[in-house]
C-alpha cells in the first residue's frame, strides 16, 4: 500500500491512524502540497482535484480521507463501519460532517494560522464554534459519536484536536474535550505535530 502524504495534514492523519489501529503498513510518498509543488507534475493522474491523501493498494487508487477510511474498514477492519442501517447511516453522517462542516471551519481556520492562508478569520471563528457545539451536545452522555469507535470518530478527530493550531481551546465543550481524550488512548492511536 502507498500513502501519499503531508506529515502536517490532519486529512492524512486520518488515514494514518486507521492504519495504525489495523495494524496495517504503508509506504509514504511526501507530497509537498504547501509548496503546490504537486502541480503539473503527474499527480492528478491519482486526483485530478490534486489532493491529499491517496491511497493505493494494489490496483485500486483511492482519493479523499473519507472513502479511504471506508475502504480500509470494509476491507481490513469491519469492526469500524457499523453494517446495520442505524448505525451506518449515522456513520456516513459523521463524515459528512467531516468533508463540509468541519472542512470549511476548523480546516481553514488552522491554514490561516499555520501557513497564512487567506480567510475571514471572525467567520471562520463563528463557524468552529458552531461546530464544536453540536459536537459537544451530540458527546455528551455518549462516548463516541455512534455506538462504539468507529471511522466516524477517526474523520471528526484531528482538525477538532489540533484546533490548538487555530488558536481555539477545547475547555468550552467538556464533552468534545473528554471525547479527544478517549480517541488517544484507542490501542494503535498515532500522533501529529500539534496533537500533543
Ligand atoms: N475532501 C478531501 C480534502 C483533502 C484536503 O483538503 N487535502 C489538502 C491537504 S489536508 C490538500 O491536498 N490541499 C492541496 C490543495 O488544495 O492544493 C479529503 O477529505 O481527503
Request: aromatic content about 8%.
Amino acid at each position: 500500500m502507498i500513502l501519499y502524504d503531508h506529515p502536517l495534514s490532519g486529512n492524512c492523519h486520518k488515514v494514518r491512524m486507521l492504519l495504525s489501529m489495523l495494524g496495517l503498513k504503508a509506504e509514504t510518498r511526501f507530497i509537498d502540497v504547501v509548496n503546490h509543488a504537486h502541480i503539473g507534475v503527474g499527480f492528478e493522474r491519482l486526483n485530478p482535484l490534486l489532493e491529499i491523501p491517496v491511497l493505493e493498494d494494489g490496483t485500486e487508487v483511492i482519493p479523499d480521507s473519507q472513502a479511504i477510511l471506508v475502504y480500509l474498514a470494509r476491507k481490513y477492519g469491519p469492526d469500524w463501519f457499523p453494517t446495520e442501517a442505524p448505525n451506518a447511516a449515522q456513520v456516513v453522517r459523521w463524515l459528512a460532517f467531516a468533508a463540509f462542516p468541519i472542512a470549511a471551519s476548523l480546516q481553514p481556520a488552522r491554514l490561516y494560522h499555520l501557513i497564512g492562508e487567506d480567510g475571514d478569520i471572525q467567520a471562520l471563528n463563528a463557524r468552529c464554534a458552531r461546530v464544536l457545539a453540536v459536537l459537544d451536545s451530540h458527546l455528551a452522555g455518549r462516548e463516541w459519536l455512534v455506538v462504539r469507535p468507529s471511522i466516524a470518530d477517526l474523520a471528526c478527530f484531528p482538525y477538532v484536536a489540533l484546533c490548538g493550531d487555530a488558536r481555539l481551546s477545547l475547555d468550552p465543550t467538556p464533552h468534545v474535550k473528554a471525547w479527544v481524550a478517549r480517541v488517544k488512548a484507542l490501542p494503535g492511536y498515532v500522533s501529529m505535530p500539534g496533537l500533543d
